[in-house]
């Protein structure tokens, strides 16, 4: 039986108990909004490729220092897409930025998943040779594009079937590995035009060449700049993924932020110190970088109608959710961190 004295000392320690059972559960809120903890694997190898500017978030979280600031330390590496894209599978490195090659790999029963994305429009410009002012001269040209399912490919393709030119019928495209070889090829007189992405589009004008399509306002959805690994490697190293991909949305909002900061980037990185051109490929894809980290099902939609039919005869029925785990950046988002940085969508 509680006697009137230990009920009344009961009830006066009740504030204390109570005071510190809110302290405890603030303070796992707290440690439940902090996603990710301790990165399980620090040093890191992170592929670009191609020197463009629709990088520059990727470029601007490492020298601003937001890898180090969430504990990894980045090495870069160039290679092209297809190349990119093997060294993931093959675990040569940690996080890509290989684009729709990932999904011919999946297709084929390769475990590798798209996790965050930061571009996932096409933004490009397809240029022709001086004495080309129409897409429709292109019939019975050839075109210049990087390599087969890349990006600049599927934006080729999509940009001539726009305007009534069927590729690989009414004009052939041929593959020369990067965009500053496309541009290469068009000044020599290779081929007849090329898709080409900022910078090489500013280079593309002052040696004279002709616009004849802005790829970027026919909002053709595509995989451009997103970020992959195997599915092993996401199950094994959740908080390296995470640390990643915030240092990446930090990355975006410093590029928006503080335009000389990028520009800075971009000079080092794909190799500018003209400031006009800095200028003009920082404006040409600022405006597209995602406020939100999660991959588009309709982008990896997109993605099966750009590849081949007769080798991949069941693309366009598969679900393009088994091709990215959004799991990362959704905790991010009900975790309050995206809020917390200023990251609106």
């Known amino acids: 039986m509680i006697t009137r004295s230990r009920k009344n000392r009961l009830c006066r320690g009740l504030p204390i108990i109570v005071g510190s059972g809110l302290v405890l559960m603030s303070s796992l809120g707290f440690a439940a909004s902090d996603v990710g903890g301790r990165p399980e694997k620090t040093e890191i190898v992170v592929v670009y490729t191609q020197p463009s500017g629709g990088f520059t978030p990727v470029w601007v979280a490492y020298e601003a220092g937001l890898f180090k600031k969430y504990g990894l330390n980045v090495k870069f590496q160039l290679l092209n897409p297809q190349v990119a894209a093997q060294a993931v599978v093959a675990g040569e490195v940690d996080f890509s930025t290989a684009g729709s090659e990932l999904i011919s790999a999946r297709l084929k029963g390769v475990p590798v998943k798209y996790f965050g ?23 019975g040209k050839t075109v210049a594009a990087t390599t087969p399912r890349a990006a600049v490919d599927a934006a080729t393709r999509e940009t001539l079937k726009k305007n009534g030119i069927i590729p690989d019928k009414d004009v052939k495209i041929l593959y020369v590995q990067t965009v500053p070889a496309v541009l290469t090829s068009v000044i020599t007189g290779k081929t007849a035009a090329g898709t080409l992405s900022a910078p ?65 980037a971009i000079a080092k990185y794909a190799k500018i110190d003209d400031p006009k051109m800095l200028d003009g490929t920082y404006d040409t894809f600022a405006p597209y970088w995602d406020n939100s980290l999660a991959v588009r099902a309709d982008v990896i939609q997109a993605q099966f109608d750009y590849l081949d039919e007769k080798e991949f005869p069941g693309a366009r029925n ?28």
Do not use: C, H
Request: aromatic residues 10%; positive net charge.
């Open 117 to 139: 994305g930061t571009l996932q429009q096409l933004i490009f410009q397809m240029w022709g040779a001086k004495e080309i002012t129409s897409i429709q001269q292109l019939r």
């Open 318 to 345: 598969t679900d393009p959710r088994e091709f990215f785990d959004n799991s990362f950046a959704e905790n991010l988002e009900r975790s309050g961190f995206f809020q917390k940085i200023g990251f609106v969508k």
């Open 200 to 264: 090489n589009t500013l280079k593309a004008r002052e040696a004279g060449l002709n616009l004849l399509a802005d790829i970027a306002k026919l909002n053709i959805p595509g995989i451009q700049v997103t970020y992959s690994a195997t599915e092993d490697y996401l199950k094994r190293n959740p908080n390296t993924t995470y640390a990643f991909l915030k240092a990446i949305a930090e990355g975006v909002l410093l590029a928006k932020r503080d335009p000389s900061v990028a520009k800075k």
